[in-house]
């Protein structure tokens, strides 16, 4: 029975990064979100493309394509498996690009020396979804069609090796040939007409600097260089990209604002963005948590006091709504206010004056409320414990920030933001995080959204080994603990439940179930676990049943008849 892993890689230890999440209808690669396609819909696509755009102009896109996808592994075998050599590393490329579905690849010749960067080598395609595409669509080709595949060859390549290597198809079989065959080498190797030809609109500026940190080294998690981009404001996902959109259309105004969401989700990190983009930028913003108190207190804080008015009060002096005069008052928890507060913040939004605790004489003022409540505000509303006309007057033009179990995507870019900020805070180095680790953080729930994330991973930069890993065992805290919902793909190409490396079982029932849960042969099992131990004793029956702990006839029979070898060949060959 081989054992070997093809091209020197473990297909079980980059299956496990492949993780599905049909709840949220998500699919990673690691930190990568995948879409799995019919090949007959790309097949109509590639059609459609060529005939609009005419076929030139389609290679180039496909190819661009697949250059952005082979620069994303790139990355990712970088860092997939650092405790191997750098060749093993490299030959990840070829497995990814079949688990993906794209195409097998079998080594023909290559040269490899990380010391200089070089590589050149040969491979065999077979099964090529882009040859399918393409006779099914347009019948043989009088060229190449491999376009997106060359496209990912040369972009894993350029970025793992750190210069740029170009990839090109010398044989196709929509062509007529038996197989694929492509040659890759350093551009400057190539000369001018087939780099040319290769380039087709590429960019060969070195992708990868050799002599960065690894944790760096994330092709396609780069910060968007935004205006609103600020510490914890981070995100690239479709709930993300149009809350910020509505924050960069109403900052510019005075209309109240309230921002609606649940605990932890950036509610004030975006009502500083919001003063930041405004015209009153350069004024005041005042932070207030409506409910840090009640009553008297809440007033005098608030609106202001007059000298004797409270106990204590030896002085008059102002509250948040006047110190916020000319720039922006950001009450936190709005809807805490007592009845009093709600009444006297309404005369602020309606009239522009506030009239101190104790105090008879109105104060005129002129600012910008942005007030941010949880969702149950609008249940305080229905029963009467929150004023309707106070609501409306706030909510001129509300905003609901998602939960982070609503923009996952965003999940890798706010990791690398705070691994790189904790890191420099507590003074360590942190190389890389383990796939378990990155596969509970994409399917965890989040209940405190954002500001638990920050607080899980500051957590585990500290827990972690200096130039080490985050792993999994960071992240956990004793007073919460939860578990990954990710089905990832087995060794045998099938779905199964859990994380990215099984945990220990006490009574073998975990093992049992993942057993059963596929579709488990109990003769075959033993088969196989009866010739592995053979194969392990070098064929010495003997060995191989003190290993499984039965007798050397008990396993002769067993053996014999799982090879449905007749008693007398058997004798003879042991």
């Given at each position: 029975m081989n054992t070997e892993p093809e091209l020197g890689v473990d297909i079980g230890a980059l299956s496990a990064r492949l993780r599905f999440n049909p709840e949220d209808g998500c699919i990673w690669l690691e930190r990568e979100r995948m879409l799995l396609v019919h090949l007959s819909a790309y097949a109509a696509f590639r059609k459609e493309l060529i005939?609009?755009?005419?076929?030139?102009?389609?290679?180039?896109?496909?190819?661009?394509?697949?250059?952005?996808?082979?620069?994303?592994?790139?990355?990712?075998?970088?860092?997939?498996?650092?405790?191997?050599?750098?060749?093993?590393?490299?030959?990840?490329?070829?497995?990814?690009?079949?688990?993906?579905?794209?195409?097998?690849?079998?080594?023909?010749?290559?040269?490899?020396?990380?010391?200089?960067?070089?590589?050149?080598g040969e491979w065999i395609w077979r099964n090529s979804i882009e040859v399918e595409a393409h006779l099914k669509e347009h019948g043989l080709s009088k060229e190449p069609v491999c376009w997106s595949a060359i496209g990912y060859a040369t972009g894993y390549t350029s970025v793992f090796m750190g210069r740029p290597i170009l990839y090109r198809e010398v044989e196709c079989r929509a062509m007529g040939h038996a197989q694929c065959r492509i040659v890759g080498k350093p551009a400057e190797l190539w000369e001018d007409g087939a780099r040319d030809d290769l380039q087709n609109g590429l960019c060969l500026s070195e992708p990868w600097n050799s002599n960065t940190d690894q944790w760096e080294r994330t092709a396609g998690v780069a910060a968007p260089a935004l205006e609103w981009s600020d510490g914890r404001l981070l995100g690239m996902s479709p709930n993300f990209v149009s809350t910020m959109d509505l924050i960069g259309k109403v900052a510019p105004t005075d209309a109240p604002v309230l921002l609606v969401g649940e605990a932890g989700v950036g509610k004030k990190t975006s009502a500083r963005a919001l003063h930041r983009l405004s015209k009153r930028a350069r004024q005041p913003f005042v932070h207030f948590s409506c409910s840090a108190a009640t009553g008297d207190a809440l007033d005098a804080e608030l609106f202001g006091v007059e000298k004797g008015a409270l106990a204590g009060a030896a002085v008059s002096r102002n509250g948040r709504v006047e110190r916020a005069n000319g720039g922006t008052l950001f009450l936190e928890d709005v809807h805490c206010l007592d009845a009093r507060a709600q009444s006297k913040l309404l005369r602020v939004l309606q009239a522009g004056e506030v009239e101190r605790l104790g105090g008879g004489q109105p104060r005129p003022v002129k600012l910008r409320v942005i007030a941010a409540s949880m969702p149950r505000l609008m249940a305080a509303v229905r029963d009467g414990c929150f004023r309707e006309d106070l609501y409306y007057k706030l909510s001129a033009f509300p905003i609901r920030l998602a939960p982070l179990r609503e923009r996952r995507s965003d999940i890798p870019l706010l990791l690398k933001h705070f691994v790189t900020e904790f890191a420099g805070r507590h003074d360590k180095r942190i190389r890389s995080v383990a796939q378990s680790a990155i596969a509970f953080l994409l399917t965890y729930e989040f209940p405190g959204n954002i500001a638990e994330l920050e607080s899980m991973i500051e957590r585990a930069v500290i827990l972690a080994p200096d130039a080490g890993t985050i792993d999994l065992s960071h992240l956990s805290s004793p007073l919460d603990q939860d578990s990954p919902r990710f089905f990832s793909v087995s060794r045998a190409g099938r779905l199964s439940m859990g994380g990215t490396e099984d945990p220990p079982a006490t009574d073998g029932t975990p093992s049992l179930d993942r057993l059963l849960d596929g579709n488990f042969s109990l003769e075959t099992f033993e088969n196989e676990i009866i010739a592995r131990a053979v194969e392990r004793a070098s064929g010495n029956l003997s060995a191989a049943a003190r290993e499984l702990g039965m007798t050397r006839p008990q396993l002769a029979y067993r053996f014999r008849k799982s090879r449905g070898v007749e008693e007398d060949e058997a004798r003879d060959a042991f």
């Open positions: 005939e609009a755009v005419g076929q030139e102009a389609a290679k180039r896109m496909l190819m661009r394509m697949g250059h952005a996808g082979g620069s994303s592994d790139g990355a990712l075998a970088r860092r997939a498996r650092p405790e191997s050599d750098m060749l093993t590393n490299f030959l990840a490329g070829p497995r990814l690009h079949a688990i993906e579905g794209m195409v097998v690849v079998e080594p023909v010749a290559h040269s490899f020396d990380p010391a200089t960067n070089f590589h050149a």
